[in-house]
């Protein structure tokens, strides 16, 4: 099991408590310098891959490895080899922002010159200079985010594992999140991200593995992804009656609205499915066009069979380290 420029390998994965399968037969494999985003509803089996592969918890079975380092064999050089950003925030809320890095660098044991320079230039990064010296429990929770990002980033690993980073942010707080994990990618930094979330695998991923029941159920990019659950079309407006009429006769399986001068035509998105819509249509006819595709709530029920809020209210189901 070796792939060039794989940053994680995993093949036959499984975990179980008792009689509950947690995992039950994963492979993926994530390219170095690239986002593999795995998404899936609560319960799902997300973070415990995380847990397994950071080296938190063991795997019952599986052939593992992460940054080059096999996990059972060279747990210890996995750990020197990667950052882990948790569900649940890691800084201390008594210390300063100041203190929560210098304590990651001392445990990373740096050296004081090092140490100060990593501090200095991640409170800078993060926009967490003119708060380095208030206690964390004065932070905002965007703030709090950004600092525990920070204290995983502040030995600079080349893979990052972030285990819903976004959850309970708001939009502003989600976006800063996503620019800094693009600048670490860009870097040359691998990510694997774990979110309930579409839209944010949709901004950051280069491929996602969906998870339902233990099992990775689908994989592709996010396009890839949306043109495999029904719902997507194309809505054309037309100038007139008469090219409307001669579009639906052409397109039985669309639906006309007179009305509004519109035709809608199923389809998946795809560049070859929108070149046969557009097939036989009239250009001088044709005012303009949009093309929809399935959105979260399509993806989640088509690929696990619940709809995303339904998922989002659920309780985690996962056995923590």
């Given at each position: 099991?070796?792939?060039?420029?794989?940053?994680?390998?995993?093949?036959?994965?499984?975990?179980?408590?008792?009689?509950?399968?947690v995992?039950?037969?994963?492979?993926?494999?994530?390219?170095?310098?690239?986002?593999?985003a795995l998404?899936?509803?609560?319960?799902?089996?997300?973070?415990?891959i995380?847990?397994?592969?950071?080296?938190?918890?063991?795997?019952?079975?599986?052939?593992?490895?992460?940054?080059?380092?096999?996990?059972?064999?060279?747990?210890?050089?996995?750990?020197?080899a990667?950052?882990v950003?948790?569900?649940?925030?890691?800084?201390?809320?008594?210390?300063?922002?100041?203190?929560?890095?210098?304590?990651?660098?001392?445990?990373?044991?740096?050296d004081?010159?090092?140490?100060?320079?990593?501090?200095?230039?991640?409170?800078?990064r993060?926009?967490?200079a003119?708060?380095?010296?208030?206690?964390?429990?004065?932070?905002?929770?965007?703030?709090?985010?950004?600092?525990?990002?920070?204290?995983t980033?502040?030995?600079?690993p080349?893979?990052i594992?972030l285990?819903?980073?976004?959850?309970?942010?708001?939009?502003?707080?989600?976006r800063?999140?996503?620019?800094?994990?693009?600048?670490?990618?860009a870097?040359?930094?691998?990510?694997?991200?774990?979110?309930?979330?579409?839209?944010?695998a949709?901004?950051?991923?280069d491929?996602i593995?969906?998870?339902?029941?233990?099992?990775l159920?689908?994989?592709?990019?996010?396009?890839?992804?949306?043109?495999?659950?029904?719902?997507?079309?194309?809505?054309?407006?037309?100038?007139?009656?008469?090219?409307?009429?001669?579009?639906?006769?052409?397109?039985?399986?669309?639906?006309?609205?007179l009305?509004?001068?519109?035709?809608?035509?199923?389809?998946?998105?795809?560049?070859?499915?929108?070149?046969?819509?557009?097939?036989?249509?009239?250009?001088?006819?044709?005012?303009?066009?949009?093309?929809?595709?399935?959105?979260?709530?399509?993806?989640?029920?088509?690929?696990?069979?619940?709809?995303?809020?339904?998922?989002?209210?659920?309780?985690?189901?996962?056995?923590?380290a």
């Amino acid at each position: 099991m070796t792939h060039d420029n794989a940053a994680i390998e995993v093949v036959g994965l499984t975990k179980s408590y008792g009689d509950h399968s947690v995992l039950d037969g994963v492979d993926l494999t994530v390219p170095e310098g690239t986002v593999y985003a795995l998404l899936g509803p609560n319960g799902a089996g997300k973070t415990t891959i995380v847990n397994i592969l950071s080296t938190l918890l063991t795997a019952d079975e599986g052939e593992l490895r992460v940054a080059g380092f096999d996990v059972r064999r060279e747990p210890g050089g996995v750990r020197a080899a990667i950052g882990v950003t948790g569900q649940f925030s890691a800084i201390d809320e008594l210390l300063t922002g100041r203190e929560n890095l210098r304590l990651m660098a001392d445990l990373a044991h740096l050296d004081r010159a090092t140490a100060t320079a990593a501090v200095t230039g991640m409170l800078e990064r993060f926009d967490l200079a003119d708060a380095a010296d208030r206690g964390a429990q004065t932070y905002s929770g965007g703030m709090k985010r950004r600092l525990d990002l920070a204290m995983t980033l502040i030995t600079r690993p080349r893979l990052i594992f972030l285990d819903e980073p976004t959850t309970g942010l708001d939009p502003r707080s989600r976006r800063e999140l996503w620019a800094i994990v693009r600048e670490q990618v860009a870097d040359g930094v691998t990510v694997l991200l774990t979110t309930q979330y579409l839209d944010e695998a949709d901004h950051l991923a280069d491929r996602i593995g969906v998870l339902d029941g233990g099992r990775l159920v689908a994989e592709g990019t996010a396009a890839e992804l949306k043109r495999r659950v029904p719902g997507g079309h194309v809505s054309v407006q037309f100038t007139d009656a008469d090219g409307l009429a001669a579009a639906a006769a052409a397109h039985p399986d669309a639906s006309a609205d007179l009305d509004a001068l519109t035709l809608q035509l199923p389809s998946d998105g795809s560049v070859a499915d929108l070149r046969r819509v557009l097939d036989g249509l009239d250009d001088d006819r044709v005012d303009g066009l949009t093309v929809e595709t399935a959105d979260l709530d399509d993806v989640f029920l088509a690929l696990t069979g619940h709809p995303a809020a339904e998922q989002s209210a659920r309780t985690d189901l996962e056995v923590p380290a």
